[in-house]
């Protein structure tokens, strides 16, 4: 008897011994994990934060470069092709040099045209219309060739284009400018041979608010139906007033759900503009130093 009461309490020594061992090894290994778990933490938060820093900067591309937000519509977005169509833009921003303009502002484009003399062809307007997102952007010039209203529609990233100056950066009061279609031409006229006006840097894009009259009716839309801020005289008779007014929605403004459906979020235009922006940032370095380089002319001898 008194042998295994020996033999046991030896076993119950070695157990406790055991026990205490592994009970300090896993304090250990979870000390470490923690610390490691902890690290990593520390470290995901910091890229968070470097890259919600670097996001906030290129808030301000959504106005310069808004075709390359995808389509609010659900049903027309495709993640896989919308990377794949920015990286598309980008390649094709590498080889033209597309400049920031804004409806109203005037542009020049020269493009190849197999039916032109030279095969190039120039067209001087004021942008009217800008839509489309992706590869289907497209903006609308109009001018007046031999006393005749002439709009061309250029797809933005179309391989015929060959070059795109802005001639007069500006905007206007609307976001469209449909009624100078109805307003006298002196509007819409501009001078194919004119030189571009250069902003000084750092300055803010002007905004002309200049008020345009339209000719008598009858006018290609109902304008007393839009609420235009660049038109003066909208003269119509108290029928049509009436129905333009049992037409109006005021209430559309105040309706949240609209205008989110309308918009991307903007969450979502951080990641696209943060995956985009050094891209961008480069091309607009490269552009701003082409635009500074002075041409050396060898002086001549005189006699």
Not at 7 to 35: D, F, N, V
Not at 147 to 152: A, I
Not at 171 to 192: G, I, M, Q, V
Not at 239 to 244: G, P, V
Request: proline letters at 6%.
């Amino acid at each position: 008897m008194p042998i295994i009461m020996k033999i046991l309490s030896h076993k119950t020594k070695l157990g406790l011994q055991i026990a205490r061992t592994l009970t300090k090894e896993t304090r250990r290994c979870s000390s470490t994990i923690s610390t490691q778990s902890l690290e990593k933490d520390s470290q995901n938060t910091t890229n968070v934060n470097t890259d919600l820093n670097d996001r906030t900067v290129s808030l301000d591309y959504r106005f310069i470069y808004p075709e390359f937000l995808p389509d609010p519509n659900p049903l027309h977005r495709n993640y896989i092709r919308e990377k794949l169509e920015r990286m598309d833009m980008i390649a094709r921003r590498s080889q033209i040099d597309i400049p920031e303009f804004y409806v109203g502002s005037i542009l020049a484009v020269t493009y190849s045209e197999p039916h032109a003399p030279g095969k190039v062809n120039r067209f001087v307007g004021i942008c009217i219309q800008r839509q489309g997102c992706g590869l289907r952007a497209s903006f609308l010039l109009r001018n007046v060739v031999d006393n005749q209203g002439v709009e061309v529609l250029f797809n933005m990233y179309d391989p015929s284009l060959q070059k795109i100056d802005c001639l007069r950066l500006e905007k206007r009061l609307d976001n469209e400018l449909f009624y100078l279609r109805d307003a006298p031409l002196e509007y819409s006229t501009f001078p194919f041979d004119m030189d571009a006006e250069f902003l000084p840097e750092g300055a803010s894009v002007p905004i002309n608010d200049i008020k345009v009259p339209l000719n008598p009716r009858p006018w290609l839309e109902r304008w007393e139906r839009k609420e235009l801020k660049g038109v003066t005289n909208i003269i119509v008779g108290q029928n049509r007033r009436q129905k333009a007014a049992a037409h109006a929605t005021p209430w559309e403004k105040y309706d949240l759900m609209k205008i989110y459906r309308e918009t991307i979020p903007e969450e979502e235009q951080r990641d696209i503009f943060a995956e985009v922006q050094s891209s961008l940032h480069n091309l607009e370095i490269v552009r701003y130093k082409q635009k500074h380089v002075r041409t050396f002319v060898r002086p001549k001898k005189s006699g």
